[in-house]
C-alpha cells in the first residue's frame, strides 16, 4: 500500500495497481506509508474494510441506489445494472457512485475509486458494522476529513471536477414516450402541448425513430425527411432529443457495423472474435468505449444526427445491458430439452424457469469479454462500471469536436464518478408508484454528493401505470429537479400532461409554467453549484444540526433559499412537515396568486390542496421568480420578483450566463448581488448589477417573522 497526499485534508491510499478511472482529477504526492486504521478501518488480505459504527453514526451517499438518504441498514452492491424492478431489496441499479459519508463520531467521507464489484454492506449483516468488500487487490480508497458534511463534499467535488451543464433550454420541461412511432405522432404531441399551452422544451425521441434499431440511422418510411422534420419542430419550439444505444447491430452494409469491424473498435471474445450479444436489434457487437481510439470514432458518429440539427441526446441501455448471448441462449434450449417431456416438478419447474429469466444481465457473460485499454487486453468484469461512463464521454468528446464552445445536452443510464464531468444521468426505469417518487426524493442528495447535479427521474412513472394525481404530485417535485421529464414505457397509459382530465391538465399547466418561473432561482443555483464545487439539493442535515434535521428523509433543501416538502402519498391533502426554524411558507398554485403564511419551528402538518406547491423560503434568504413562458429561450426576465423572508438581514447573487456556451468558465457571466437589511422595520435594499444586461427591474415582497408584508420596486 501507498500513501499519497492529494491535498491538505485527502489521502489516497493505493493497494497494487488500480486501472485508471479517470474519476479524480487531481494527483498527489507520495507520503511515508501511513495506516489506515487511523480512522478505524480495519483492512484484510481479501480487500475488506471494516468500521464500527456508533449507534448515532450515519452514513450517507453511494449515489443511485434504493433505500434513504441515510444508507445504514442496507447492503448494496456497485455493479451497473439493468434493473427494471428497484424494489426495496435490490441491491444495484444502474450507476456505481462508490461515495460514502460518515456522519457520525467521525465526520469524513470515503471513495473507492475501483471500477469492478464492490458490495458495501451498511449494517445489514452486524447492525453495527460496515464492510465494505472490494472485488480485487487493486484499487484507490481516499479519505477526505473536513470539518462538515458540506466541506466535506465540497472537497469530494473538487477532486472530481466540475459537473456537466447542459444548455439553459434543457432545464425546461421534457416529454418523452416509448412508442411515439412516426414524425406524424412526434407533431402530434408538439401540437397538443401548443393547442393547450404548456411550457415544454423538448420531446424525444426513443427507441422507434431508428430503422431497425440501428443508432445513427433514422427509418426513412416512419421519419422522412428528418433534416426539415427537425426543423419545422424547432419552429414550433421543440428540439428533438434522439436515444443511442450502446450495443451496434451487426448487419452488413450497416456503416456503423462496417466501421467499427475494419478498425477493430468492438469488445472480443476469448478467441479475439468481436462479442457478440443480443439487445433491441437482436444480435450486436459493443463499442469498446474504453479504448480510445474507439471512443474517438463513435463519439464522431454524432455528427450524423447533429448535422441534421439535433441538439441532445440520451445514452442508455449502456450498462452494458445484454437479453442473452448465444453461449447463455443454448444451455436455457438445452434445459428445455432436457425438461421437455417431464412432469415439472418444484425443482424441474424452476430449474426451467430460471434458465430463461437468468439469461439477461449475466456475470458469465459480463465475464466473458475484453477491452483493449492502451494495448492491454482487460477483462469487462474488472471494469464494468466504466463502460456506460466511457460512452457518454465518447459522446462528450466527441460534441467538443463538433462544436467545442456549444452546450449539447447528453445524459446517460449507466454511470460512475467522474462521468458527471460529461453528462447527466436519468434514474432509468422507474414505476407509477407513489414509493417511487419518494425514493426520487431520497436519491436526488445522494445523487448530488456523487457529482451528479444535472439528474431527474421519469415523472408519472415509466412502467406501470399512471393516474391524473400521482402525475400532478410527482411533476410537483419534479419542478425542482434539474432534468425535468415526463417519460413512460410502451404498452402503459399515457401520461402527457394533457392525457387525463380537464382538470388535471389545468393543474399540471400551472405547475409546468411554476418551474418555469422558478428557473430564474433553479438556473442560477444549479450554476453557483458547478461553479463552486457544491451540491443543488442537500438534506436537511447539511444545513439544521438539531436532531430532526438528522433523520428527514422526505424533504430537501433545494439551493439555498428554498426547503421542499414534496407530497408522496395517494390521496393526502397534506403532510407533516418538520421545520428547523421558522420559515415563509407559499403554497404556489395556479396565477401569480401569492400569499404566505410564518410557520414556527416543530412538527406540524400542512394541509395542501392537489394543485398546490409548498415552498418553504427559509429564514433570510430569497427567492428570485420570474414570469413563464412555454419555452426556456422566451423567458422574459427583465423584470424580476424577489421574495424575501427577512429577520435582520439577507443576501442573495442571482447568477446568469448565456446558457448556451462555456463562456462562463472564461469569467463570462452575470451577478447581481442583492442584500437586505432591515433598519428600524424598514428595508434598505442594496442592489450591485455585475454585468446584467437584461435586468431593468426587481420587485420585492419582503415578509417578516410576524408575517407583514413590504413591497418595494427597484430600478436596476
Ligand atoms: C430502456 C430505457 C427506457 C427506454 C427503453 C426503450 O428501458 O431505460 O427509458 O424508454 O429502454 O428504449
Redesign the pocket.
Known sequence: MKTYEVTKDIKRYRFGSPISTGAVVVSGNEINNEDIQYLAFEIDEASSLKYTMEDKDQVLGLGENQKGIDKRGGIFESYCSDE?NHTPDKKSLYGAHNFLLMDGRDTFGIFIDYPGRIVFDIGFSHKDELEITIEDNNFDIYIINGNSKREIVNKFLKMIGRSYVPPKWAFGFQQCR?SYVDSKEVEEVADNFIKHDIPCDSIYL??DYMEDFKDFTVDKERFPEFESFVERMKDKGFRLIP?IDAGVKIEEGYETYEEGIKNGYFCFDENNEPFVAAVWPGKVHFPDFLNRDARKWFGKKYKVLTDLGIEGFWN??NEPAIFYTEKGLQSALDTVEELKDRNLNIHSFFKLKDAFTGLSNNLKDYKSFYHNIDGKTVNHDKVHNLYGYNMTKAAAEGFEEIEPNKRFLIFS?ASYIGMHRYGGIWT??NYSWWDHILLNIKMMPSLNMCGFLYSGA?TGG?SGDSNAQLLIRWTQFSIFTPLFRN?S?IGTRKQEPYAFDTESTQVLKETIRLRYKLLPYIYSEYMKAVRSQDIYFAPLSFEYHDKYSRKVENQLLAGDSLMVAPIYEENAVGRYVWLPEEMLLWKASKGDDRSYEVINTGHLFIEIDYDEVPIFIRKNKMLILGKHANRVEDLDNTELNVIAFIEDRANYIYYDDDGKTYDFTKGIYSQVIIDIEKIDGDYKINIENKGNKDLKKLNFEIVDTTGRVTKKSVII
Do not use: L, V
Open positions: 427494471p416509448w426513443d427507441i436515444i442508455d441501455m443510464r432509468g426505469d421519469d415509466f417519460h414505457a
